[in-house]
């Protein structure tokens, strides 16, 4: 079923709002900075070696496409549940999926497959997907605090394709990181 008008904007505001508590909303061209000191940092640690860090980097994308996916089917239960967590239930499962995503082995994880595309791409490719993933993790989970601090929300989601909800919001979200991050950090 496709979603409602209602529901359209239900989620286009829930999104505009975790977009303006995001580190990129908030920091505008500062985040970007931010990041590139990141990258940086990340470099240094490996003492330039290109290798280390482009392993580095696909670790760091494998976390956040594995948390990514499991922050969605938690909005997915939500939807088929009628109802959220409550926030230390919340707080209690996002702190597990952290923990649970950072002890992966590269080799053997979940989506390991989707790093397969980074094989003979640009270091810079892999640095502006780790920016995006990193900035689509964090105003999900500004989405999902949304979800359970106004859970009458769920309510108006009842009877929505929980994957077209999903859709919807990964949407909206890359859209707002296109506007503030662009093509290059």
């Given amino acids: 079923m496709n979603l409602t008008l209602e529901q359209k904007k239900i989620l286009s505001e829930l999104v505009e709002v975790a977009t303006s508590a995001s580190d990129m909303k908030k920091m505008g061209e500062l985040y970007k900075v931010s990041m590139k000191q990141i990258l940086n940092r990340k470099y240094e640690r490996v003492r330039g070696n290109e290798i280390e860090y482009r392993n580095s980097l696909k670790k760091n994308i ?15 239960l939500w939807i088929n549940n009628n109802r959220t967590y409550t926030m230390e239930k919340f707080n209690f499962e996002m702190d597990m999926c952290e923990q649970r995503n950072k002890q992966i082995d590269i080799n053997y994880s979940r989506n390991h497959d989707k790093l397969n595309k980074y094989d003979n791409k640009e270091i810079n490719i892999l640095e502006l997907d780790y920016v995006y993933l990193s900035a689509y993790a964090e105003i999900l989970l500004n989405s999902m605090c949304l979800l359970v601090q106004n ?8 009877g929505a394709s929980p994957e077209k909800v999903i859709d919807y919001i990964k949407r909206m979200i890359y859209v707002e990181i296109n506007i503030y991050i662009g093509e290059r950090i």
């Fill in 62 to 76: 494998l976390y956040f496409f594995n948390l990514s996916e499991d922050q969605e089917k938690m909005i997915k």
């Fill in 151 to 158: 859970s009458h929300i769920i309510n108006i989601l009842k």
